[in-house]
């Protein structure tokens, strides 16, 4: 059963940053897709930032040019580093896995980190 624990959220004001990390109990190498999700209170869980095991990485468009997402496959760790965040970036943020072809994510979700960005 792979688990990740996600790590690093916490309570920041607008502008400042954060750097969360994603630790898998599995290696990540060969992982197709490794991404981050946040969920607000109220509303859906959604897509934040991505990358694939060729290192290519992809954004949504609310966080392009203000987070930078990597993965270590030594560490078996994915990041996300968050700059510039907002009061709207208020969510659960929570990391897991595709597989090439497949939309769903392959392991059960964790508790996630909280991030907070209030004044």
């Known amino acids: 059963q792979v688990q990740f624990v996600e790590s690093g959220g916490g309570l920041v004001q607008p502008g400042g940053s954060l750097r969360l990390s994603c630790a898998a109990s599995?290696?990540?190498?060969?992982?197709?897709?490794m991404g981050w999700w946040r969920q607000a209170p109220g509303k859906q869980r959604e897509l934040v930032a991505g990358v694939n095991s060729s290192g290519t990485a992809n954004y949504e468009d609310f966080v392009k040019g203000r987070f930078t997402v990597s993965r270590d496959n030594t560490k078996n760790t994915l990041f996300l580093q968050m700059n510039s965040l907002k009061p709207e970036d208020k969510a659960v943020y929570s990391c897991?896995?595709?597989?090439?072809?497949?939309?769903?994510?392959?392991?059960?979700w964790g508790q996630g980190t909280q991030v907070t960005v209030s004044t």
């Open positions: 599995v290696s990540i190498q060969n992982v197709y897709f």
């Open positions: 897991n896995g595709r597989r090439a072809f497949d939309p769903n994510c392959f392991a059960a």
